[in-house]
């Protein structure tokens, strides 16, 4: 609709605190999170960037082409930037699933559309 106001966005919410955290409880505009990418920064990337300043990609090759190598990009990525969650879409979905099942990641996940994670059920 032409002319319509966008709505301003809500309130922060509030620290986020998993029951068996034994840590400080995350802050959410301190929250860290690790995206795979293929480098094309498309919208959900964009948005995620725009909204939470800790947000780091890790460029990945297609999964068909190099899942192992893709592995091997984020398991570095999470080693040194200590995500607080991962979050992927469509073919990232595919190296998050093989990091989860492998042990390497076992926090927050979020897939969004996510190619072949049928394993994870």
Same mark, same amino acid.
């Not at 620290?15 to 802050?27: G, K, L, N």
């Given at each position: 609709?032409?002319?319509?106001?966008?709505?301003?966005?809500?309130?922060?919410?509030?620290?986020?605190?998993?029951?068996?955290?034994?840590?400080?409880?995350?802050?959410? !505009?301190?929250?860290?999170?690790?995206?795979?990418?293929?480098?094309?920064?498309?919208?959900?990337?964009?948005?995620?960037?725009?909204?939470?300043?800790?947000?780091?990609?890790?460029?990945?090759?297609?999964?068909?082409?190099?899942?192992?190598?893709?592995?091997?990009?984020?398991?570095?990525?999470?080693? !040194?930037?200590?995500?607080?969650?991962?979050?992927?879409?469509?073919?990232?979905?595919?190296?998050?699933?093989?990091?989860?099942?492998?042990?390497?990641?076992?926090?927050?996940?979020?897939?969004?559309?996510?190619?072949?994670?049928?394993?994870?059920?």
């Amino acid at each position: 609709m032409e002319g319509a106001l966008v709505p301003p966005l809500p309130p922060p919410p509030p620290p986020i605190h998993y029951p068996d955290q034994e840590e400080e409880p995350v802050i959410p !505009s301190e929250l860290k999170i690790l995206v795979p990418d293929k480098g094309c920064g498309g919208p959900k990337l964009t948005y995620l960037q725009k909204h939470f300043e800790h947000c780091q990609v890790a460029k990945v090759p297609e999964p068909t082409d190099d899942l192992e190598g893709g592995v091997t990009i984020l398991t570095e990525a999470i080693t !040194s930037n200590q995500p607080h969650v991962l979050i992927a879409s469509s073919r990232g979905g595919k190296f998050i699933a093989e990091l989860i099942q492998r042990g390497i990641w076992k926090g927050p996940t979020l897939l969004i559309s996510a190619m072949s994670v049928r394993t994870l059920c």
